[in-house]
Structures are given as C-alpha cells and as structure tokens.
C-alpha cells in the first residue's frame, strides 16, 4: 500500500500531520537559534542540518508505520480480510467516514436484496437489514426442517455482501455440496446451524456471524417465529409455502391474488423497530414482490413503524417481471399488489429502470416467461394520484447473462435524494 493514499479526505490524518510539522517548525527554531549564540557556527549549516533532521524523521516514521502495518496484516484479526494491504486504510476509512452515513433499513430478500447491500456498503455502514423468514425451499428449507431453526439462506447472502473478506473466504461460505448428503447444502448455512447450536438463540448466532466476518452494519431476521407463507390464486386456490407459490400459480395458469402469513401475529425484534424509528430512509426491495418483501411487510409493527418514523421511503421494482409472481406487471401494478396485500399507504419514491437490456439477453428471459419492467407514461401518473414520486435511471447490470441491478449506482441515487 502506497503511503500517499493515507492522505486521501476523510482519513483525519493530514491535520495532524500538518499540526505535528508545525510543531517541529516551532521546536527547531529556537534549538537554531541557542546553537548559534552560543557555538559560532554558520548559519547555513544549521539550516542544511535542519534539513537533514527533517529528511531522517520523515524516513524513520515512513519505514516505521509500513513495518506496524506488516505486523498488524499478520494479526488473526485482519488475516481473510484482504492480502494486499489496503484493509487498515479501509478500516480507519469505514471508521471516520462510512460511520457518519446517513441511516438506512433495507427489507426484502433474495438475491436483489444482497446485490444492492455490496453497493449500499460504499456509501454508509449504518445499515440494518430486515431480512424474510419465509423461505422454505432448498438448502434453507432442510435445515428448517430438520433442525427446527429458521431458514438462513438470505440471511447467509446478506452477511456475505456486507462482509469484507478475501474472495477465497467468501467462496468457502458460498460453495454448495455436489453430493453425498450435503448435496444442495451450503457451507454458509451449515456455519450459521453451527453457530445456532452453540447459541442462546437464532438472533444470537447471526450476530456472532457478523462479528467474525467484520460485517458493516448488523443483519436481524424480520422475526424469530416460525412463520409460513400462504398465497390465494385468482381461482381461489390457497397455496402454502413460498417455494411453491410460483409453481403452483405457473401449473394453474392463475395470478396470485394476495398472500398471507400464519401465524399472522407474528411480531419482529424490537432491534429492528429502533433501527426504522431512526433511520433516514427505509428501502423496500429489490426482490421477489410477493415471496420476499410483501411477507416483511405482513409481520406485526413492521408497516406501522415505517408510517411512524420521518424516514423517506423507497421501493425499488425488479428489473425483470417473475414468472408465477408478477407476470406482465407495470411498475404502478407492483406498487399496487403492495398496498392492497399489507397496510401500507406511503411510499416517497419509487425508483425503476428504463434502461434496455441487450437483446440477446433480453430473448433469454423471454424464453422462461420474464419480460421488462420499464416505466410506461401512465405509471407516473398513477404513481403520482398516490402521492408517490416516480424516479426513472438507467440501472441494468448484466453479470454472467443475469440481470440485477447496478448496486453503486442505485444507492448513491437513493442517497441523493435524502434531504440534507
């Protein structure tokens, strides 16, 4: 690591470099001026032997703080964190100016959710993440059933994308078993079963979690009851689980008409109800409208927080429609499909994607039944009969022929248009 870039704003180091040379200054003057009245010597040499001093501090100090860093990177503290040097500068960085963020709750689930968490990370570490409970399938779904613990799939995600560790480390976490029993099962989520083992509670083992990855920010499940998400079709077909929600909706060739929960008193941590109380925005998505975000959104002082607290809110539509979920959805028909399935009734922004995928892209999910969500003229103005602002950017980010949305750039617009 380059010394220079210990000089970049915010660190808070330059002041006090400045600060110490002046001191320095103010010392050697005087120290100048007795060795000249009472040893007759050019003046000339003291000032190169001033110089000289300066020269050898300035090395000494240079040579001394790289050997304490090379010290510290050997430390079981930062070893996984990163190999090349940059993680102290990174920590004193999060520390004087990610600290000082603007406070932001982010509720939803799945992997739109983890990918904008990577960017949100850059702008702020006062993060809260209400995380679903919901989910029942896969890996997650074993474990809930087997262990009787809480699905720790999107949480796993979550943790991982606000983590900061070595590629190596977080590929161990995100490796899935190929066969044998564990087929299927990821490593993340038998740590966090491990880690639930030796832990009072489900809560108690996620924050353990955090602290060994060094996670910016703290990640709560939205509740620590066992709930199950329930969905009616348009043909009044009532399906439970969340896994088969989309399935079922697809096999039926009928639209979901509204989910629920059970138990539907199901309440959430009193953690998470402080976080919305004080945060500066509350961000809904992105994510699978009715599995993911609107099951948040059911559980008990959830929605009655977010009405409660001054923050702005957002919600951030996929960029796809899902099949079995939100096929042929408008921008304004998932605004809509919110607030007819909770009781929510105030969102500031809205932010969708008008930006086109490539076209070969965009046939590949055309071919599994998933179109473009791309504001059309009447979603504004429904949107703004509700009183919600539509905000429209350019916001696709295609990674190994996936669409999700450009993270970085989705956060620093959510941030601008936070009051100041």
């Given amino acids: 690591m380059k010394w220079i870039h210990w000089l970049k704003?915010?660190?808070?180091?330059?002041?006090?470099?400045?600060?110490?040379?002046?001191?320095?200054?103010?010392?050697?003057?005087?120290?100048?001026?007795?060795?000249m009245y009472f040893f007759d010597i050019n003046w000339w040499i003291v000032v190169m032997s001033g110089v000289l001093g300066f020269l050898v501090l300035f090395f000494a100090f240079k040579c001394g703080f790289s050997s304490l860093l090379r010290n510290?990177?050997?430390?079981?503290?930062?070893?996984?964190?990163?190999?090349?040097?940059?993680?102290?500068?990174?920590?004193?960085y999060d520390k004087q100016v990610l600290a000082?963020?603007?406070?932001?709750?982010?509720?939803?689930?799945?992997?739109?959710?983890s990918v904008l968490l990577r960017g949100m990370k850059q702008i702020t570490s006062n993060i809260t993440v209400v995380v679903t409970v919901a989910d029942d399938g896969g890996g997650s779904g074993i474990l809930r059933e087997d262990l009787g613990m809480l699905p720790p799939g999107?949480?796993?995600?979550?943790?991982?994308?606000?983590?900061?560790?070595?590629?190596?480390?977080?590929?161990?976490?995100?490796?899935?078993?190929?066969?044998?029993?564990?087929?299927?099962?990821s490593f993340g989520n038998l740590f966090i079963a491990s880690m639930n083992?030796?832990?009072?509670?489900?809560?108690?083992?996620?924050?353990?979690?955090?602290?060994?990855?060094?996670?910016?920010?703290?990640?709560?499940?939205?509740?620590?009851?066992?709930?199950?998400?329930f969905a009616q079709l348009k043909n009044g077909r009532i399906i439970k689980g969340e896994s088969s929600i989309p399935k079922k909706s697809q096999e039926d060739n009928s639209p979901i008409d509204f989910v629920f929960i059970k138990p539907k008193k199901a309440g959430t941590l009193p953690e998470v109800i402080e976080a919305i109380r004080h945060a500066d925005a509350v961000v809904l998505g992105p994510g699978s409208l009715y599995t993911s975000i609107i099951p948040n959104l059911l559980v008990k002082d959830i929605v009655e927080s977010i009405e409660r607290s001054t923050a702005n809110t957002f919600y951030l539509p996929n960029i796809m429609t899902q099949p079995g979920e939100t096929d042929f959805y408008s921008v304004s028909d998932h605004v809509n499909a919110l607030f007819r399935n909770t009781s929510m009734r105030n969102i500031d922004y809205v932010i969708a994607n008008h930006q086109k995928v490539p076209a070969e892209i965009e046939e590949k999910y055309l071919s599994e039944g998933?179109?473009?969500?791309?504001?059309?003229?009447?979603?504004?103005?429904?949107?703004?009969?509700?009183?919600?602002?539509?905000?429209?950017?350019?916001?696709?980010?295609?990674?190994?022929?996936?669409?999700?949305?450009?993270?970085?750039k989705t956060s620093k617009k959510i941030e601008s248009l936070l009051p100041r």
Avoid at 160 to 177: D, K
Avoid at 394 to 406: A, G, P, Q, S, T
């Fill in 370 to 408: 998933a179109r473009m969500v791309l504001p059309k003229p009447e979603d504004f103005r429904i949107l703004q009969d509700k009183g919600i602002n539509l905000i429209t950017e350019e916001l696709v980010e295609v990674k190994n022929n996936y669409v999700r949305h450009d993270a970085l």
């Fill in 197 to 229: 083992g030796i832990s009072d509670s489900f809560e108690e083992a996620i924050k353990k979690m955090s602290e060994v990855l060094a996670v910016k920010g703290d990640v709560y499940p939205v509740t620590l009851e066992d709930i199950t998400l």
């Fill in 9 to 35: 704003p915010g660190l808070q180091l330059k002041r006090w470099l400045l600060i110490g040379m002046i001191g320095l200054v103010l010392m050697s003057v005087p120290a100048g001026c007795i060795i």
């Fill in 154 to 185: 999107d949480i796993r995600s979550c943790i991982l994308a606000l983590s900061e560790m070595e590629p190596t480390m977080e590929n161990l976490f995100q490796y899935r078993f190929t066969e044998g029993g564990l087929k299927g099962q």
């Fill in 100 to 113: 000082k963020g603007r406070k932001i709750v982010v509720i939803g689930g799945g992997t739109g959710l």
């Fill in 72 to 92: 510290m990177q050997t430390t079981p503290f930062t070893q996984g964190v990163q190999s090349d040097g940059k993680h102290i500068q990174r920590m004193i």
